[in-house]
C-alpha cells in the first residue's frame, strides 16, 4: 500500500483543514488507517484511528471534539477535518495503515506511512 497524504497548509487559530490521505496498491477497504503527527523537537504522537468497517473511531485527548477522521473506502482516501485549530496542532501529519487492525494502528506500529503533510497554526 503507498499513501499519500495532502492538504497541509498555514491557518489561523481558530481556523479549519482537512487532511486526506490516497491509498494505492492494494484494497483499501481491509485496512484500519490513522493519522500521526510529530511537531519540531516532539515525538511522533497519535492523532485518530478509523477501522476498516462498523465505523469505529478513536482520538487523542487533545484533538477530541475538534477532530474528525473518516474514510471513504469507494475512494480509497481517508480524511480528517481539522475544526478549531490551536497553534499547538502545528505538525507535520503522517497517515498509516494496517491491515492487522485497528490497535495495530493505534499503537504506531502500522506497517505503512505516507510522507507527511505540514500543518501550520499561527496565533
Known amino acids: 500500500v503507498q499513501l499519500q497524504a495532502f492538504g497541509g497548509g498555514l491557518v489561523q487559530a481558530g481556523g479549519s483543514l482537512r487532511l486526506s490521505c490516497a491509498a494505492s496498491g492494494r484494497p483499501f477497504g481491509s485496512y484500519a488507517m490513522g493519522w500521526f503527527r510529530q511537531a519540531p523537537g516532539k515525538e511522533r504522537e497519535f492523532v485518530a484511528a478509523?477501522?476498516?468497517?462498523?465505523?469505529?473511531?478513536g482520538y487523542a485527548d487533545s484533538v477530541k471534539g475538534r477532530f474528525t477522521i473518516s474514510r471513504d473506502n469507494a475512494k480509497n482516501t481517508m480524511y480528517l477535518q481539522m475544526n478549531s485549530l490551536k497553534p499547538e496542532d502545528t505538525a507535520v501529519y503522517y497517515c498509516?495503515?494496517?491491515?492487522?487492525?485497528?490497535?495495530?494502528?493505534?499503537?504506531?506500529?502500522?506497517?505503512?506511512w505516507g510522507q507527511g503533510t505540514l500543518v501550520t497554526v499561527s496565533s
Open positions: 498509516a495503515a494496517d491491515a492487522r487492525g485497528y490497535r495495530t494502528v493505534l499503537t504506531g506500529a502500522s506497517d505503512y
Open positions: 478509523i477501522a476498516w468497517t462498523y465505523g469505529i473511531t
